[in-house]
C-alpha cells in the first residue's frame, strides 16, 4: 500500500511518479518501494559511523547515495 498523507496532506512518495520511473510497471515500482528501508538504513548507519569518527567526506558519500534512489520515489524532502 501506498504511504499515508504527511500532515500536510501531501504523500511523502509521488507513486505516479515512482510507477513512471518503471515505465509504468506498477509492481517494480512498489518493489523497489519496499526494497529502500533496507537500503536507506544501510547508509544512515553508515552516515553514524563516518560522523562519530568524524569523516566529513565519507558522511557526504553515504548522503548522496541517498539522494537518486529517493528522487526516484518522487521523497523530494530527502532527495533534495
Known amino acids: 500500500d501506498p504511504p499515508e498523507?504527511?500532515?500536510?496532506?501531501?504523500?511523502p512518495i509521488a507513486m505516479d511518479l515512482l510507477i513512471q520511473q518503471f515505465?509504468?510497471?506498477k509492481e517494480k515500482g512498489l518493489k523497489f518501494l519496499r526494497m529502500f528501508p533496507d537500503f536507506a538504513a544501510a547508509n544512515l548507519g553508515e552516515?553514524?559511523?563516518a560522523y562519530a569518527a568524524h569523516q566529513e567526506k565519507e558522511i557526504a558519500f553515504h548522503?548522496?547515495?541517498?539522494?537518486?534512489?529517493?528522487?526516484?520515489l518522487g521523497a523530494k524532502r530527502?532527495?533534495?
Not at 548522503?63 to 526516484?72: F, I, T, W
Open 47 to 49: 552516515i553514524n559511523k
Open 63 to 72: 548522503a548522496h547515495k541517498l539522494k537518486s534512489p529517493a528522487m526516484m
Open 78 to 80: 530527502l532527495g533534495s
Open 23 to 25: 515505465s509504468g510497471n
Open 5 to 11: 498523507a504527511d500532515q500536510d496532506g501531501s504523500s
